[in-house]
């Protein structure tokens, strides 16, 4: 299980960006944990972004949201490009399920 080491210094960081422009709120520390964590698998450092993946699933509160459906169509998406199908399959069908019960039906990524 990966420690919350990363998501503190994500958080630092995230602090840090909303002090120097100025903003009251600078998106969650997952989120932007999302973005590093495909920037990083896409350069070929697939255990570093594991880490970074599963730490932002684990610090994510609200495991019904759109952002925790946004974290495991991630880790589907990691999991099929390293040729693991089954993983991948079952991540894709729990984004999905979440964002059945969340989105309207009209909705992409509702129906």
Do not use: Q
Not at 35 to 49: K, P, T
Not at 66 to 73: E, K, Q, V
Request: aromatic share 10%; hydrophobic share 40%.
């Amino acid at each position: 299980m990966p420690s919350l080491g990363p998501l503190k210094a994500v958080t630092n960081l995230s602090n840090c960006w909303a002090t120097a422009l100025g903003e009251s709120s600078v998106k969650s520390p997952v989120f932007i944990m999302t973005y590093f964590h495909r920037y990083i698998h896409e350069l070929g450092d697939y255990e570093v972004s594991a880490v970074v993946l599963d730490t932002a699933l684990l610090a994510c509160e609200d495991k019904h949201s759109l952002l925790y459906a946004d974290l495991r169509s991630t880790a589907g998406s990691r999991y099929y490009d390293l040729n693991n199908l089954g993983k991948a399959r079952n991540a894709w069908d729990e984004a999905l399920k979440i964002r059945k019960a969340i989105l309207p039906h009209s909705s992409p990524g509702g129906e």
